[in-house]
């Protein structure tokens, strides 16, 4: 999502020549500058948009889950996810997506299911003081135990295996000549969560 901002000249103040062939120059290469940032992939979409979640960066988030779902939010929407459900996320998950392992499958022309296959996902104080670390790999977890201090590591029981798909799983689509995040954004504070 962007905003498009226009260049507004008041009649008698043209520009010189230079700024015009300046501004010309923006507006022929820009597109192809700025189309190099954008993902290509399935997989560079979801680094985005966990990268967005690390950072509480909300341009970069909204940015990366596809327009149409963007779209489709309202004041509530916007205030509930910008406001509360990012920044939680953002306190209470550390991806670090550039140490993640993601891979992509196809399902059809225009749509990917795209899934992390290894690399450590933190839940951020997720008992008690303590950080738990989910391999996802070896679908292990390791924490600190409040009353020995120990630290262990457990095989995923049915519960981490459902917190780690809700973490690794995602659904991209292409859309305009990029990918994006094919993330619900609607009914705020409803059941989905980041």
Do not use: H
């Amino acid at each position: 999502m962007g905003v498009m901002s226009r260049a507004v000249f008041r009649k008698g103040a043209g520009p010189s020549r230079a700024a015009a062939a300046g501004f010309l120059v923006l507006v022929i290469f820009m597109p192809f500058v700025a189309a190099g940032c954008q993902p290509d992939t399935p997989e560079g979409a979801v680094r985005n948009f966990m990268e967005a979640i690390d950072t509480d960066n909300w341009n970069e988030f909204v940015g990366s889950i596809l327009p149409n779902n963007v779209r489709k939010m309202t004041n509530e929407d916007v205030i509930y996810w910008r406001d509360t459900a990012l920044k939680e996320a953002s306190q209470s998950v550390q991806f670090n997506q550039s140490k993640l392992k993601i891979k992509s499958s196809p399902e059809g022309k225009d749509k990917a299911n795209v899934t992390v296959t290894d690399g450590t996902i933190v839940l951020v104080k997720a008992l008690g003081d303590s950080d738990v670390r989910l391999n996802i790999g070896k679908k292990t977890y390791t924490f600190k135990d409040p009353e020995t201090n120990e630290v262990k590591t457990e095989k995923f029981t049915e519960r981490e295996e459902q917190i780690a798909q809700g973490l690794t799983d995602y659904k991209a689509e292409f859309f305009k000549s990029r990918w994006y995040v094919d993330f619900s954004l609607e009914g705020a504070g409803t059941e989905q969560q980041l």
